[in-house]
């Protein structure tokens, strides 16, 4: 399984807001900012955070990806 922010960064764009000002409005560190641009894990108390700047869902910014769908391999 991977996570997919892509969600999150048109979101930031539909709204007018820059990945800094969302950071600071949701108090997330640099370190948390960069782990989502990267797609990596981060705290379900973050991403609520940054639902609540946005007035949205987790649904809203994150994907999950089956990595392993169209493989063969089950």
């Known amino acids: 399984m991977a996570l997919s922010y892509n969600k999150l960064w048109k979101l930031l764009i539909d709204k007018g807001m820059t990945k800094t000002e969302m950071r600071l409005k949701a108090d997330i560190s640099t370190t948390t900012l960069a782990k989502l641009g990267k797609n ?16 949205c869902n987790v649904g809203d910014i994150m994907d999950v990806i089956n990595e ?4 063969g391999d089950k």
């Open 40 to 55: 990596e894990t981060v705290s379900m108390e973050v991403l609520l955070r940054i639902c609540k700047v946005l007035d």
């Open 68 to 71: 392993e769908a169209g493989n």
